[in-house]
């Protein structure tokens, strides 16, 4: 089992940038493939990106794909999402999750953070 604490967000004006952290205990991380999601109170969870355990296969979500960035360093157990011309649409709050499987979908994550929030101002 693997614990997963968020940091990083915060207020930001248009155009300005983030970095979102997501630190493991419990386990290590590099056992498990890492995605990143977001959700806003009342919406549905929408995935942002992922990265594979050894970070060879990265996706993204077409509304980030260009401004985000994903990476990881497994010898910090630790994971990371770059964003970059943040816009006020990118309000949000923000997930890592971590699971065997690899994918788009929630679903195939077992271990969620706690979650960060993120806000863009025009």
């Known amino acids: 089992q693997v614990h997963l604490v968020e940091s990083g967000g915060g207020l930001v004006q248009a155009g300005g940038s983030l970095r979102l952290s997501c630190a493991a205990s419990?386990?290590?991380?590099?056992?498990?493939?890492m995605g990143w999601f977001r959700q806003a109170p009342g919406k549905e969870r929408e995935f942002v990106a992922a990265?594979?355990?050894?970070?060879?296969?990265?996706v993204y979500a077409d509304s980030v794909k260009g401004r985000f960035t994903t990476s990881r360093d497994n010898a910090k157990n630790t994971a990371s999402l770059q964003m970059n011309s943040l816009k006020p649409e990118d309000t949000d709050i923000y997930y890592c999750a971590a699971g065997l499987k690899f994918g788009r979908k929630d679903s195939l994550y077992s271990y969620w953070g706690q979650g960060t929030q993120v806000t863009v101002s025009l």
């Open positions: 990265i594979t355990r050894g970070g060879d296969i990265v």
């Open positions: 419990g386990s290590t991380l590099r056992s498990y493939n």
